[in-house]
């Protein structure tokens, strides 16, 4: 294997079936002849700027999904003005069908692309690919178990913003400043802000001209500060949230703690809201199924090309637990009692079953089985919160934060590839598709942006492994 810069793409190749490239995809792509490629099999960022990490702004074309942010432009904002991909205008649906557009241009016909994406934007991602000249053949749920949900407390965030709404607390602040005698600024040099600040805790800011005015909250530190300055009541200390209650003199009243402890809710609105967040656990990733047009027929595409269709026998249910002839069932709801029978559930092939658009992890396929015994209709992989360490390289303390299991892309790159293919991969992360590729006898054309990431492939691909039998 072979690690080429971008301004090397027409180096001979040598290697054990996959050229790495380090390059931005657009620029890599742009260099690869037409035609060249039998499939695409990728896991781009989702635009979603998972972990604060830069290329899942995808490729600097930044978004938001703060709702504040909606009237900007469109919900899927614009690109960060630092980033080298940056022009005006370009968001990440755009960007999506510039790579698409790419990929397409060097697939051979018929030729299909899998792409995964993230639950909020593979809409976005599915529309790019449709745009840049791909038929959308399908899609992919691929269903897990063990996603973590990342949801905003909401009684904990109202009580972090104080005990109610901001413009409340604004109008508290100002009512108790004024009362004082205190102006802004000697209000800002006693609690160690700046009078702006100040300013804007009273009457709020719009964010640009035009746009309606949004209440700022104190934080924490500064909102005790405020409190113990202008003597609020115990009233007004409940609205803004202060911490500790004290007399107007400063001094505190009774042991001077509320006694709330940590994680229950401490004021009336927390209470109110206590139970509610803002996201569901995650449990499924999409995956776009694309086709090239075709050249003519099906088959006479395949005859040309060997592209335009699914290896499906490659990617069978294994059937051999099979229950022959009916059995009861009960509509796949415990207990239920339900004497509905189903037909014959023995496969349509001794090679298994018809593979699905649907794939389990075995978390989800002992849950359907809890429930119905279905799972077998399905194919499962196993799926871990964190890949083993085998499947998850690490060089000098750098890793991979979203690496896919090898057995799913394995059979992914077996459903869209023909025998001794070549597949794409503009986004290789950590290599897994690289690595699936060589374990299935495929050749691999792979891209990566991050320098960081070049030594886990490198790692990756350079250990034992125990290649696919040939075809026959």
């Known amino acids: 294997m ?16 996959v050229t790495l ?13 037409d035609a060249s490629v039998d499939s695409v099999v990728t896991d781009p960022p989702y635009g979603l700027e998972f972990m604060g990490r830069e290329w899942d702004g995808a490729d600097g074309f930044r978004r938001s999904l703060n709702a504040a942010d909606a009237g900007r432009d469109n919900v899927f904002g614009r690109a960060s003005r630092t980033s080298p991909e940056y022009r005006a205008g370009t968001t990440f649906q755009e960007w999506c069908e510039r790579w698409a557009a790419e990929c397409l241009r060097v697939l051979k016909p018929g030729g299909h692309m899998l792409a995964f994406g993230g639950a909020r934007t593979w809409h976005r991602l599915a529309v790019a690919v449709e745009d840049a000249g791909f038929e959308i053949r399908d899609s992919i749920a691929w269903l897990y178990g ?9 009684s904990k965030a109202i009580d972090k913003a104080g005990g109610a709404s901001p413009e409340v607390q604004s109008r508290v602040l100002r009512e108790a400043r004024e009362r004082s005698g205190l102006s802004r600024e000697e209000v800002a040099r006693r609690v160690g802000c700046t009078a702006a600040s100040v300013r804007d805790w009273e009457e709020g800011r719009a964010r640009a001209k035009g746009r309606p005015v949004e209440f700022i909250t104190p934080s924490p530190a500064y909102r005790d500060a405020l409190a113990d300055l202008l003597g609020y009541t115990a009233d007004e200390r409940v609205i803004v949230g202060a911490r500790v209650d004290r007399r107007g003199d400063g001094s505190v009243i009774g042991l001077g703690h509320s006694g709330v402890e940590y994680g229950t809710p401490a004021t009336s609105a927390a209470r109110q809201w206590s139970g509610w967040g803002t996201a569901l656990k995650p449990a499924f990733e999409p995956i776009v199924v694309g086709r090239k047009p075709l050249a003519g027929t099906v088959a006479a595409n395949v005859l040309a090309h060997g592209t335009g269709a699914l290896n499906i026998d ?18 796949g709801i415990p207990g239920n009692g339900s004497s509905f029978e189903l037909p014959d559930v023995r496969p349509e092939s001794p090679a298994g079953r018809w593979p699905t658009n649907v794939v389990l992890d075995d978390t989800q396929a002992a849950e359907l089985d809890r429930q119905s015994g279905a799972s077998r209709f399905f194919p499962t992989f196993k799926y871990q919160a964190k890949a083993s360490t085998k499947e998850r390289p690490k060089v000098d303390g750098i890793a991979h934060p979203t690496v896919k299991p090898l057995a799913l892309m394995r059979w992914l790159v077996r459903l869209v590839t023909p025998p001794s293919g070549v597949v794409l991969d503009p986004f290789a992360g950590s290599g897994t598709t690289a690595e699936a590729c060589v374990l299935e006898r495929f050749q691999c054309i792979a891209i990566e942006r991050e320098a960081d990431y070049l030594p886990l492939i490198m790692q990756r691909l350079s250990r034992p492994m125990e290649l696919a039998p040939e075809s026959a």
């Open 2 to 17: 072979s690690i080429k810069a971008a301004d090397e793409i027409s180096a001979a190749y040598s290697g054990s079936g």
């Open 21 to 33: 490239y380090h390059g931005d995809c657009l620029e890599v792509l742009a260099e690869l002849p």
């Open 146 to 154: 063990s996603g973590f949900p990342k949801s905003l407390d909401v």
């Open 314 to 331: 490659a990617c069978r249910v294994d059937a051999s637990d099979a229950p022959a002839g009916r059995r009861p069932h009960g509509g």
